[in-house]
């Protein structure tokens, strides 16, 4: 039910903007989150964004990561910024907390 996209590959310092719709007449009244998943661990909570617009950031993205929605298109979307090495992962979206199966996420890849 998630279609990710806008991943790839970028040098460090660069920027990339990830976006995610889902189908589906109750989106606006979901609790929307990124997450990722790097090589070899678990995927994490990265952004969420509440209804209401609020949105709340995890572990080192903050700053640097920003969370939004559009209700009107079932989207929602994770503009990055200043990406370093670190930020290699997949990344995907769900609600929070996570009702739906996962998406195949879209990869992003930060190299030199």
């Known amino acids: 039910q998630f279609v990710e996209s806008g991943g790839g590959t970028v040098q460090p310092g660069g920027s990339l903007r990830l976006s995610c719709t889902l189908s589906?007449?109750?989106?606006?009244?979901?609790?929307m989150g990124w997450f990722r998943q790097a090589p070899g661990k678990q995927r994490e909570p990265i952004a969420a964004i509440f209804s209401g617009g609020s949105v709340q950031y995890f572990g080192s993205v903050e700053g640097r990561f920003t969370i939004s929605r559009d209700d009107a298109k079932n989207t929602v979307y994770l503009e990055m910024n200043s990406l370093k090495p670190e930020d290699t992962a997949n990344y995907y979206c769900?609600?929070?907390?996570?009702?739906?199966?996962w998406g195949l996420g879209t990869q992003v890849i930060v190299s030199a």
């Open positions: 589906g007449s109750l989106f606006r009244t979901y609790v």
């Open positions: 769900n609600t929070r907390p996570e009702m739906f199966p």
